[in-house]
């Protein structure tokens, strides 16, 4: 089960790199989701209690991203 993320690279008129919020957090939980289903499927040896450990930390950090951007998008501060 490969699935690809794919992240539209876009470019402000400065020549800044921008990349949707939304793009980053689904990549992040994508990420974590991929670790597990390796972990279950005992395709790669990884240690369990790491992996989920890294995944919590990834869907909180992906969880903070979209708390952020629902501040911003509603006028309010994080």
């Not at 794919?6 to 992040?28: C, F, N």
């Not at 395709?43 to 911003?72: G, N, P, S």
Request: proline share 3%.
């Amino acid at each position: 089960m490969n699935r690809e993320v794919t992240l539209p690279l876009i470019v402000d008129d400065r020549g800044t790199l921008q990349v949707a919020a939304a793009d980053v957090s689904k990549l992040l939980r994508t990420v974590g989701a991929r670790w597990l289903h390796l972990v279950e499927a005992e395709q790669e040896e990884l240690d369990e209690d790491t992996v989920a450990a890294l995944t919590i930390e990834l869907a909180k950090l992906a969880d903070r991203i979209d708390v952020a951007c629902i501040a911003h998008s509603s006028g309010g501060t994080p």
